[in-house]
């Protein structure tokens, strides 16, 4: 499994891939059957509704049952070796299908494809089919070079591809939340970090379509947007930068939450921070990953921002909004980290007192500037300790945040029944804590309602709903 027992929600980058539905539609069927899974982080998933939403355009149908599909494929994350290591064992696990059906077509999709090229085809026999995140629209050219006995690879990265005239097939949906992608790629060279070879360079997308399909998901019935990008505080389009975007999305309605992930410390601005206090329905929730509490450490990992930064930008986080609840992620045992520097990153925790973070022992990524430069000299056992010792203290702070919000009432988004029991349901409040609270008739899924937090467990408010 992997290093983060704590982490479930949205953002997860390591949670479990899962099949994909697609309700079939009036499109005419093909006859041939999708199935397609999503791992990593957010964008991935947003990924494959993209590329669902190409090959429907073919008359594909989908299927959550891989075994019945004529085209099988996994959309993969790099981020860390053992993200890699889950797909290439969810590949064996096709192989029998394959072996039952010779004429199914099985592709590797995203940053696992772009990292490792036609590699792929050598490394594993069954794949018939490589395409990097840049080249979806070519999809169905490629599988018909497959039909045709050979295989097929397209891993050419762009500038300027952002998918914005292709309307996403939302699928696996709750009715109420979705994803929107803002931007793709990378420019800033996190030295751990794999993800600028696999994205390619950063690009923002046309503000007018990503505020057309904010309007379309809101006239379907959904209430909630979440904005995504690796660092969305470098969106730029034309005159137009982030705050402006959010606050063009906030005002498509008062009822549509919006949300938005991922700021990055060294470009969120003051301007992103007003615009939040400013709009009600803007979620007072900001996800602002540190690493690292060590400033040598963030140097070597060319974060670009040190200590002393990031505290001042928390700061002004607490001064403009004072109510706004704050994530991270970290990375333990990152390259020559001493004792006295993981202890900083425990200090800057206990400083912050995030709602939430995501943890993660480091991983040396082929390629990236901290393989080429550094040695990953920090013993496994090492990381791990340290791991633990940050999953820990962030458990306590979760806690400890929860029960600060406890005797309060909060404004809940009805997503669903709760996963417990179907006499309650579920919902996340402002800070996107999950809130759990009895159902009530008068209101259904995509309501908000105001529950009152009469108790917490580690990761969950509970109460009932007030009028
Ligand atoms: N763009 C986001 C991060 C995207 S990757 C940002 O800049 O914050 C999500 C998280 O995975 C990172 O924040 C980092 O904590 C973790 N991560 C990335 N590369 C890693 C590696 N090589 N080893 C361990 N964790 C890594
Ligand atoms: Fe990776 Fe850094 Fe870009 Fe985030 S900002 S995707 S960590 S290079
Ligand atoms: Fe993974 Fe690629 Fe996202 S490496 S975290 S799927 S951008």
Known sequence: MFETPTSTKQHDESRQGEALLLENDSKKSNGRKLYIESYGCQMNFSDSEIVASILLDKGFETTRDYKEADVVFINTCSIRENAEQRVRNRLKEFESAKAKNPGMVVGVLGCMAERLKSKFLEEEKLVDVVVGPDAYRDLPNLIEQVDEGSRAVNVLLSREETYADISPVRLNTNGVTAFISIMRGCDNMCSFCVVPFTRGRERSRDPQSIVKEATDLFNAGYREVTLLGQN??????????????????ARVNPLLRVRFSTSHPKDITDEVLHTLARYENICKYIHLPVQSGNSRVLNL???????????????????????????????????SETEEEHLETLSMMDYVKYDFAYMFAYSERPGTLAAKRYADDIPE?????????VVNRQREHSLERLQTYVGKTHKVLIEGLSKRSDNDYCGRNDQNSMVVFPKDDRYKVGDYVNVYAEKCTSATLIGKIID
Do not use: H, Q
């Open 232 to 249: 969305v505080d470098s969106y730029n389009y034309e005159t137009i930068n982030f705050a402006n975007l959010l606050e063009k999305v």
């Open 301 to 335: 990992m060319n974060r670009t921002y040190d200590r002393e930064w990031y505290m001042e930008r928390v700061s002004a986080i607490r001064r403009i909004i004072p109510e706004c609840g704050i994530s991270t992620d970290v990375i333990t045992g990152f390259c």
């Open 381 to 389: 056992e090492v990381k791990k300790r340290r791991l633990t010792e």
